[in-house]
């Protein structure tokens, strides 16, 4: 039975500031890569185990590589959290610092 899917606040902010990002250069190129990222993140509900363990500090998380981009989650009893979704250029570890 496929879990249900919350996000955080700033993964939300997380796909509003990747999408005005891209959507600068090419508006029409943003919205294809939030549907294909959106559709990866979906797939979580269905295959929680999809990405791989991450380990931050005390946090233990998930992550799923999507191109270029890595989502990061936690599988909770009843649902799956989608913590950050995040460039893979990014400093991962500042940002995560903050969760």
């Known amino acids: ?12 902010a997380d796909f509003d500031r990747l999408y005005d990002f891209i959507a600068r250069h090419n508006p029409r190129s943003a919205a294809g890569v939030l549907r294909k990222l959106d559709a990866a993140v979906l797939r979580l509900a269905d295959q ?3 990405g791989r363990e991450y380990k931050h500090g005390r946090f233990r998380l998930r992550v799923l590589t999507h191109g270029d981009y ?14 950050r979704v995040l460039h893979g250029r990014q400093n991962i570890p500042d940002i995560l610092d903050d969760i």
Request: net charge positive; glycine share 0%.
């Open 70 to 83: 890595l989502v990061f989650y936690r599988e909770r009893p009843a649902a799956i959290e989608v913590v």
């Open 48 to 50: 929680p185990k999809l």
């Open 1 to 12: 039975m496929p879990k249900a899917l919350t996000l955080t606040e700033a993964a939300l």
